[in-house]
């Protein structure tokens, strides 16, 4: 495990400790999760840890026994992922043509029917904390550049070429030659490679291909969970010939320029308006999705004209699928005065259960994520019906939560005098 460099161990503890440390408290994390053995065998005493500090005054400070990891410059880049509807965790399938093998103009999904990106969160490659992938982009810069502060992931819609942002990275490690990094990418990738080959032939990839590229892991990174958008942002700014390659682009300030508004912003903000209708992400679609979707989608109309004259898109305090919380965006968001709002979650299920069960942990997901909002009400909009031991159920829940929390149902063939909810409770 020595091959990796004691002073890059030291300054990962540091940057996830997030806080300064003394020498003692740096053996006892490197001895924890058994980050670092010496020649002997053994964790690095503290000794060894001042002595390599030593080394590095660019990159440490010392005072009064206090650690302290200088700031280092930021290096943040946009890498392209392969076209993925999985969450990247599993291949799909591609238009790819065999006479395309060995192009150089051609991407690679459609050259052999699969990306490498499209494992980038797969959950056996999670090895003691760090998720194992494969970036494209990252090949380039092993050479130059062994750390991306930030990392923007962006994506090309196989059949549109929309761009969409589909995530950010903080602190991507891009894992070089011989250190213990790569040998752990290396022993995954062999202990995997038969699941890994038959996900390519599952997808009707080429699984030869592998052997082209070999996508051992060539990046590493702390996986925190909020890396990936709930909901991809199209982004217009990205589209053109100039963000078409599986390159590390550098960040500038006029690439940030095109990607702000889209990405998820820290603390909360109401945003007003009703989202544009995009074909873009959903084009993936099956039948059943689709059929899902557009009923979601009359819901939401109707809701839009019921809420109306009190909420409406001229007043600004209705917000319909624009609203995040994190990186999660609500169906729709009613304020009622500055920080102060109702939420409602749509489902489509012709069971109440299930449209409660679903939509319970996103309206509590959404309502206890920032600690200045205040709810008013949460709200379950729904076509079917409470039975009556549904409706005990949620009289239950009503009674333990100190939130209010409603359910209505959606009646899809209102007359015209005839309100289109109930407010069964």
């Known amino acids: 495990m020595a091959t990796i460099d004691l002073h890059d161990v030291i300054i990962d503890v540091l940057r996830n400790a997030g806080t300064p440390l003394r020498a003692t408290e740096i053996v006892d994390i490197i001895s924890r999760d058994g980050l670092y053995l010496t020649k002997d065998k053994n964790p690095p005493d503290y000794n060894q840890i001042y002595g390599r500090i030593g080394k590095y005054p660019h990159l440490f400070s010392w005072k009064d026994g206090i650690i302290t990891l200088r700031n280092l410059p930021r290096e943040e880049r946009l890498f392209r992922l392969t076209w993925n509807t999985k969450g990247w965790e599993l291949p799909i399938k591609h238009d790819w043509h065999e006479e395309d093998q060995g192009k150089t103009n051609v991407a690679f999904e459609n050259q052999y029917g699969f990306g490498g990106e499209e494992w980038l969160f797969n959950a056996r490659y999670l090895s003691n904390g760090f998720q194992y992938g494969y970036i494209r982009g990252a090949k380039d810069l092993t050479a130059t550049v062994a750390f991306v502060t930030t990392a923007y992931l962006f994506t090309i819609h196989q059949e549109s070429g929309d761009r969409y942002l589909v995530g950010k990275i903080e602190n991507l490690e891009i894992i070089q030659p011989g250190d213990a990094a790569e040998l752990v990418a290396h022993e995954l990738y062999n202990q995997y490679l038969d699941e890994f080959v038959n996900e390519i032939e599952m997808a009707d990839g080429d699984s030869d291909a592998i052997q082209v590229e070999g996508f051992q892991a060539n990046v590493r990174f702390k996986l925190i969970g909020n890396e990936l958008f709930e909901v991809p942002k199209l982004v217009p700014g990205l589209r053109g010939r100039q963000y078409n390659r599986f390159i590390p682009y550098k960040v500038t300030p006029a690439l940030l320029a095109k990607m702000d508004g889209y990405l998820p912003k820290t603390g909360f903000k109401f945003n007003p308006g009703i989202a544009t ?149």
């Open 277 to 425: 209708a995009s074909e873009g992400y959903e084009r993936h679609t099956s039948a059943t999705q689709t059929s899902v979707k557009r009923h979601h989608t009359n819901i939401t109309n109707a809701l839009v004209k019921y809420l109306s004259p009190e909420f409406t898109e001229n007043k600004k305090n209705l917000s319909v699928e624009k609203t995040d919380f994190g990186s999660k965006t609500a169906d729709i968001v009613l304020q009622h005065a500055d920080k102060i709002i109702s939420i409602i979650e749509v489902k489509t299920s012709a069971m109440a259960r299930k449209n409660i069960r679903e939509a319970m942990g996103q309206l509590l997901d959404y309502a206890l994520w920032f600690e200045d909002v205040t709810i008013t009400e949460l709200i379950i909009v729904a076509p079917s019906p409470l039975s009556p031991e549904e409706t005990a159920f949620f009289i239950r829940l009503q009674n333990h939560f100190k939130l209010k929390i409603s359910y209505w149902q959606f009646l899809e063939n209102a007359g015209r005098r005839q309100t289109p909810f109930l407010k069964l409770l």
